[in-house]
């Protein structure tokens, strides 16, 4: 198989750089991934303000290495329209060393770097993880031997139109594999706010950024399973449109 | 009613102008908006750790009235969380209006949009929330071109108000550009999942021989394997229908879930 790699902790992040030492005895394996950090861009696109820059490097025996100056989901677009020579087979964002789950999966650039791939029509999965010692490669060894040996299973679960989003807990069976919806029930995020010695106003993140409150647990979904030390699977879908509201819209009675 | 209007233009752009004087002839009404340009960011939030600088604009007017104002320096999901998790957590709005944006956000288009990345931000606080897109002028528009569409907004935003949605829904509205508020032809309800863009690059070489990469957005060709039925929206857009879709912010593909739980069943 040919396999696009990319994340967004940068493209000589252990977490990348295990998983494509892994794939790359079995595929042909490319890493174009962000230069710098992108941790929270979601799916930003360097679109108006500045072009983009990519740079080859040669780190790994068999694997090309491109840094592209912009976030997940520029590296994915741009890989796909210039910098890759054929279309990839499948595209795999990660691996995050941090869970992904409910609904801050819109933040990560992860789970966004894999619906950009979906939205250019190849096969797309995001994968994260726990991982307590992220700067360690050896860190990232369960995972990794997990998803090359399941590669094929995982990659027929995508959904035809959507992409896979999979968490693994931080200590996990690898025969523990669970199905799971999004979990809802985001907490609103907590600021303090500093007025600085030149009279500019700044707000302080209080608590720890996307919490979930307890009753999200109760909803048996994602968040639920890996506390419990599942391995999820999440399919998600590109059409956003609820059905369900349809016809609450309708009686809302909004005309001209 | 207490209303929030965010934007991601600036504080003096015609698009957040002319809705906050619609609307501030009624209700109550607080603004918010993004210094510098803040085109296709998603749901992105400044990680850094660094605190988000942002001003309270103590002399802003529209039409002689004074109204509440705030600019940041962040991200789209930045400003909505903390006008929503601090500057208005003790009077939470009523309803949140992200736009007049410069540029319409169909089907695909909805994950990169900084205009519904603000609304999905305003739909995790469960506050009713509408996503208002008008098509695209480079340069802004001119005040007079958008007075339909915020009379539009404004005739109709208790009824959005008290619209008994789900909870993980908002509302994308996508109106077209009239002469005159008699223009419009009707409001429908659809998608309009058939005219996505996608991402391409114009390669160039600079100076030192290097390339560079410039992102256009181009529309989808149609052999993609993603492709979406083609809904009547955009068919009706064009007959000057202004056109709502409810969306979610949950992407959970229920189908394939309950196969996939068979399987694992199994």
């Given amino acids: 198989m040919k396999i696009l790699l990319t994340n967004e902790a940068g493209c000589f992040h252990p977490g990348i750089v295990a998983l494509a030492k892994e794939l790359c005895k079995d595929h042909r394996v490319c890493i174009v991934a962000p230069l710098n950090r ?74 966004s770097a894999a619906m950009e791939g979906t939205i250019q029509g190849i096969k797309s999965m995001a994968l994260s993880a726990a991982i307590p010692n992220e700067k360690k490669e050896r860190a990232y060894r369960p995972v990794v031997k997990f998803v090359s ?50 009279g500019s106003t700044f707000a302080w993140l209080k608590s720890p950024l996307m919490e979930f409150g307890l009753e999200a647990y109760e909803q048996k979904g994602d968040l639920y399973w890996l506390k419990q030390g599942y391995i999820t699977l999440t399919p998600f879908k590109l059409d956003l449109l609820k059905g369900e509201a349809l016809t609450a819209l309708q009686k809302a009675g909004i005309k001209l | 009613m207490n209303i929030l209007i965010a934007n991601v233009r600036n504080l003096e752009s015609a698009e957040l102008k002319v809705l906050a004087g619609e609307l501030s002839k009624k209700h109550s009404v607080t603004v918010c908006s993004l210094e510098g340009s803040g085109r296709q960011k998603g749901n992105a939030f400044s990680y850094s750790g660094f605190p988000i600088k942002f001003k309270q604009i103590s002399n802003y007017t529209i039409n ?18 903390i006008m929503l998790g601090n500057i208005m957590r003790h009077r939470k709005p009523n309803i949140v209006i992200c736009g007049i944006s ?13 205009n519904i990345g603000m609304a999905m931000q305003a739909a995790f606080s469960n506050v009713p929330c509408l996503a208002v897109g008008v098509p695209m002028q480079l340069g802004g528009h001119k005040e007079a071109d958008l007075l339909p569409a915020a009379q539009f907004i404004a ?12 909870t993980d829904t908002f509302l994308n509205i996508t109106i077209p550009l009239v002469k005159k508020y008699e ?46 039925a083609p809904t009547a929206g955009m068919a009706y857009f064009k007959q000057n229908y202004i056109i709502m879709a409810p969306l979610t912010y949950n992407c959970t593909d229920m189908a394939s879930l309950e196969q996939m739980r068979k399987e694992v069943a199994k």
């Fill in chain 2, 183 to 228: 223009d419009f032809q009707g409001v429908g309800i659809s998608s309009m999942d058939n005219l996505t863009k996608m991402t391409r690059y114009l390669e160039k070489v600079d100076c030192k021989g290097n390339p560079y990469y410039w992102a256009q957005l181009v529309e989808r060709e149609s052999s993609s394997k993603t492709e979406v």
């Fill in chain 2, 102 to 114: 410069n540029g319409i956000s169909l089907g695909t288009d909805v994950f990169c949009s900084s």
């Fill in chain 2, 155 to 166: 005739k109709n935003i208790e009824k959005f108000a008290k619209a008994k949605l789900p």
């Fill in chain 1, 149 to 198: 040996r399941k590669l094929e299973y995982l990659a027929k679960q995508i959904p035809d139109y959507g992409m896979l989003n999979v968490n693994f807990p931080e200590k996990f069976k690898p025969k523990n594999i669970m199905p799971a919806a999004l979990t809802d029930g985001l907490l609103d995020n907590e600021y303090e706010i500093e007025v600085n010695p030149f």
């Fill in chain 1, 38 to 111: 992108q941790v929270g861009s979601g799916h930003s696109l360097t679109v108006d303000q500045r072009p983009l820059h990519a740079q080859q490097w040669y780190v790994l025996d068999n694997v090309k290495i491109w840094s592209v100056d912009g976030t997940p989901c520029d590296c994915v677009a741009l890989a796909l329209d210039k910098l890759l020579l054929d279309k990839p087979d499948l595209i795999i964002a990660g691996i995050d060393p941090v869970n992904n789950r409910g609904n801050m999966v819109y933040t990560s650039g992860v789970v």
């Fill in chain 2, 64 to 81: 002689g009235t004074r109204i509440p104002a705030y600019k940041f320096q962040g991200t789209p999901a930045d400003m909505i969380s």
